[in-house]
């Protein structure tokens, strides 16, 4: 048998995971591999390094959290142990003191729990665990290389191997390649544009003025001065990453008195304000009450429906693209509402009343004022505090909300590769999409128990409502945050305008140098869905790009946030015990790999270097 490599360009959990299903591939079926890894950074973290402070947290229990498949999910056994998240911790010798996790071992501190919300930076590393556990285990037939370098370019060549030149120029040849690029960064807009113009034009009369379009990394925010008046656009969890560093990141900290927090301050603060399109922060995440692996089995909103309807539309409108707000949606609203009144202590209300009041709070509400809308805000923040300390099963407004993270799978289906008609997903995506993530993918309720405690502090005070806007003020050199309320317009000055939310995978906007090639080279294409492009890079469903013509462009596969378009919800790690998105469609694209492996046994190995474990390029 003849040496076969294969390149996965990004290692990230996306690339990980590749990584794992070739080693486990290997291993079983005793392939002859050159393994190529190209990324920059360590193998594994992707933008969770391990570096990072310990107050970014992650927002999943970390017991919900593993690299590795489900027994019996996948064709070959992984090659090496398998702990969560929280099982890896534990066996490193971590343990929590107050709000930090320390290795010391078997005394001191307390257990790590089954309910912890770990710092990313323990994510980050135990991704570089895995890959050192995975890379050890490789089989006698398999070589390994990283070099630590960005793809710059790729070109095919007739046989349907790749050429792959770094940024350096140097030059590597694989017979495949997986791309698993992860999160990117779009070209700015318009307004971002206009925005950071003006601070570079007017640092001159305000040296506190700025504009920070990415968030990331976070330590990029320590230019800001304490006492700079600072707008974070966007309330969700890269919200509350700015807001962490601007406060604990500046020495402060938070005590517990009488069942609630109370935030002391360093003096090093700047004063901060919240704003976004709707200008409410996502709900907590409810206590978990349903374990490892437990999830609610739907009745109604089902793979089977999804099904059955496609097969009415075809046999009706001779199309099987399915309506949201028509088809899919009455069955959603009936699956969270069954569960809402299902639940001890529920009011009798009907589907449409439970759906409203999760997804859409500010639904046909107006304020006259923005002290009005600061009560509102405080009295729904307090509310669903009260809600999710209760418990995904105890709580009816959580248990219901928890309906949309159980029933992915069936969005999943309902969605991908033009499931909806284009209008029905263009309004899916603006509309449904950031409501159902505000609703059920929040943040730990510490977080916005924290919110609470720095808006009591004044550390954080309320100068916006929904719907405003950033403008500029020329004479005073500073940014105008402006809502209109029916009392009349409120305006806040600014120094210091922070972008919280990450780009959407735009490939012609994408700022990528090895994404802009291969669209030049027609070897990748958006992906639309008729009229509408969601994001992301075409597809088949066997995860193969398109190329500029439509044609499958062989032996190259594309995973994780690239394909945020034709897939949805790309981003999620494998949790343990289940069949899990990240892994199942690793296996199948490994798969296929190794089924042309089998099929083209005289394939001459592509690789450039004969040594077993080798790195390149600098640090």
């Known amino acids: 048998?003849?040496?076969?490599?294969?390149?996965?360009?990004?290692?990230?959990?996306?690339?990980?995971?590749?990584?794992?299903?070739?080693?486990?591939?290997?291993?079983?079926?005793?392939?002859?591999?050159?393994?190529?890894?190209?990324?920059?950074?360590?193998?594994?973290?992707?933008?969770?390094?391990?570096?990072?402070?310990?107050?970014?947290?992650?927002?999943?229990?970390?017991?919900?959290?593993?690299?590795?498949?489900?027994?019996?999910?996948?064709?070959?056994?992984?090659?090496?142990?398998t702990p969560s998240l929280t099982a890896w911790a534990r066996q490193q010798g971590y343990r929590r003191v107050g709000r930090r996790y320390y290795r010391l071992g078997e005394h001191g501190g307390a257990e790590i729990g089954d309910g912890d919300y770990l710092p990313r930076g323990l994510l980050?590393?135990?991704?570089?665990?895995?890959?050192?556990?995975?890379?050890?285990?490789?089989?006698?037939?398999?070589?390994?290389t990283h070099h630590r370098q960005r793809a710059a370019d790729l070109r095919k060549q007739p046989d349907g191997a790749s050429v792959i030149e770094?940024?350096?120029?140097?030059?590597?040849?694989?017979?495949?390649?997986?791309?698993?690029?992860?999160?990117?960064?779009?070209?700015?807009?318009?307004?971002?544009?206009?925005?950071?113009?003006?601070?570079?034009?007017?640092?001159?009369?305000?040296?506190r003025l700025a504009f920070v379009r990415h968030a990331y990394p976070v330590e990029q925010l320590a230019r800001i001065g304490a006492g700079a008046r600072v707008a974070v656009q966007g309330l969700g969890l890269s919200a509350h990453d700015v807001i962490a560093e601007l406060t604990v990141g500046r020495g402060g900290t938070f005590i517990e008195e009488a069942g609630r927090l109370r935030y002391i301050g360093s003096g090093r603060e700047p004063r901060l304000t919240l704003c976004s399109r709707h200008c409410l922060p996502y709900a907590a995440r409810g206590v978990n009450?349903?374990?490892?692996?437990?999830?609610?089995?739907?009745?109604?909103f089902t793979l089977d429906a999804v099904e059955a309807l496609r097969r009415q539309a075809l046999i009706t409108r001779g199309s099987s693209q399915l309506d949201f707000d028509r088809e899919l949606l009455p069955l959603l609203k009936r699956e969270m509402g069954d569960v809402y009144r299902a639940t001890p202590g529920a009011a009798a209300v009907g589907d449409d009343t439970v759906f409203a009041g999760l997804l859409f709070p500010l639904q046909d509400r107006q304020f006259a004022s923005l002290a009005a809308f600061r009560d509102y805000f405080l009295d729904w923040l307090r509310a669903d505090l009260a809600e999710a300390q209760q418990g995904n099963l105890s709580s009816p407004a959580k248990a219901a909300a928890d309906v949309l993270r159980d029933v992915r799978a069936t969005?999943?289906?309902?969605?991908?590769?033009?499931?909806?008609?284009?209008?029905?997903?263009?309004?899916?995506?603006?509309?449904?999409?950031?409501?159902?993530?505000?609703?059920?993918?929040?943040?730990?309720?510490?977080?916005?128990?924290?919110?609470?405690?720095?808006?009591?502090?004044?550390?954080?005070?309320?100068?916006?409502?929904?719907?405003?806007?950033?403008?500029?003020?020329?004479?005073?050199?500073?940014?105008?945050?402006?809502?209109?309320?029916?009392?009349?317009?409120e305006q806040q000055a600014i120094d210091v305008v922070v972008i919280a939310r990450l780009d959407v995978f735009f490939p012609e906007t994408e700022t990528s140098l090895l994404i802009r090639n291969l669209l030049k080279r027609g070897l990748i294409?958006?992906?639309?869905?008729?009229?509408?492009?969601?994001?992301?890079?075409?597809?088949?469903?066997a995860g193969q790009?398109?190329?500029?013509?439509?044609?499958?462009?062989?032996?190259?596969?594309?995973?994780?946030?690239?394909?945020?378009?034709?897939?949805?919800?790309?981003?999620?790690?494998?949790?343990?015990?289940?069949?899990?998105?990240?892994?199942?469609?690793?296996?199948?694209?490994?798969?296929?790999?190794?089924?042309?492996?089998?099929?083209?046994?005289?394939?001459?190995?592509?690789?450039?270097?004969?040594?077993?474990?080798?790195?390149h390029g600098t640090l």
Request: net charge positive.
């Open 1 to 81: 048998m003849k040496r076969t490599s294969v390149a996965i360009i990004g290692m990230g959990p996306r690339g990980l995971s590749v990584f794992e299903r070739l080693a486990a591939a290997a291993a079983a079926r005793q392939l002859l591999l050159d393994i190529i890894l190209i990324d920059p950074g360590d193998c594994g973290a992707g933008v969770h390094h391990a570096r990072q402070p310990q107050h970014l947290l992650i927002n999943t229990l970390a017991s919900q959290v593993t690299m590795f498949p489900a027994p019996g999910a996948v064709q070959h056994a992984p090659v090496c142990a």
């Open 124 to 144: 980050g590393e135990y991704l570089g665990w895995v890959y050192q556990q995975i890379a050890a285990a490789l089989p006698p037939g398999v070589t390994l």
């Open 166 to 207: 770094l940024e350096s120029g140097y030059i590597v040849l694989s017979d495949f390649v997986f791309l698993t690029t992860g999160h990117g960064s779009n070209l700015p807009s318009d307004l971002d544009a206009w925005l950071a113009k003006f601070a570079q034009d007017h640092a001159r009369y305000n040296s």
């Open 289 to 300: 009450q349903k374990g490892l692996d437990g999830r609610h089995q739907p009745r109604h």
């Open 411 to 489: 969005l999943q289906a309902a969605i991908e590769h033009g499931g909806l008609t284009p209008a029905s997903h263009r309004k899916f995506l603006n509309v449904y999409h950031p409501a159902i993530n505000r609703a059920a993918f929040g943040p730990p309720l510490r977080r916005n128990q924290e919110l609470l405690a720095l808006l009591d502090a004044g550390v954080i005070a309320l100068h916006a409502g929904p719907g405003s806007r950033i403008g500029i003020d020329e004479n005073d050199s500073t940014y105008v945050l402006s809502t209109k309320f029916a009392g009349g317009i």
């Open 525 to 541: 294409r958006p992906y639309y869905n008729g009229v509408f492009h969601p994001g992301g890079i075409d597809i088949n469903r």
């Open 545 to 615: 790009p398109l190329d500029a013509h439509g044609e499958v462009v062989g032996n190259m596969w594309a995973l994780g946030y690239p394909v945020e378009g034709p897939h949805y919800y790309t981003h999620a790690l494998a949790r343990p015990q289940m069949r899990s998105r990240q892994v199942l469609d690793a296996d199948r694209c490994v798969a296929m790999l190794v089924a042309q492996i089998a099929d083209h046994p005289r394939r001459a190995s592509r690789r450039r270097s004969a040594a077993r474990w080798q790195t």
